[in-house]
C-alpha cells in the first residue's frame, strides 16, 4: 500500500511539474483517498482499491499532457519524453511478409 502511495506522488510531481496548483489538488486528493480507507479489513475491498489506485497511476502516467494558455486562443502543449511516441504510417493495403 505505503509503496503504491508514493508512486502515485512521485507521478504526480512529474505530471504536474511547476503546476503549484494541480500539484496541490492531486495530492490532496491522493491523501484524502487513503486515509478515507485506512480503516479497511476486507481483503478483498484492499485488493479493488489498490487496483484502482494503480489503474489511476496508470492513466496519469500515460494519458495526461500539461497545457499553457500562450494568448486569447492558443495553448501550448507540454509533452513527457514517455509520452511520446513513434508514430505507425496508415497503409490501405498492408504488406504481406
Partial sequence: VLKL???LHRTRQ????NDTRALEATRQKINEGFK???HEK???KINE????????EMIL???VIQAVHTGSDKIRLIPRKDLLQDN???MDKPTKK
Fill in 36 to 38: 478515507n480507507n485506512v
Fill in 49 to 56: 482499491l489498490l487496483k484502482m489506485a494503480s489503474d489511476v
Fill in 42 to 44: 476486507s481483503e478483498e
Fill in 14 to 17: 512529474e505530471v504536474f511539474k
Fill in 88 to 90: 505507425t504510417p496508415y
Fill in 61 to 63: 502516467r500515460t494519458s
Fill in 5 to 7: 502511495f508514493k508512486l
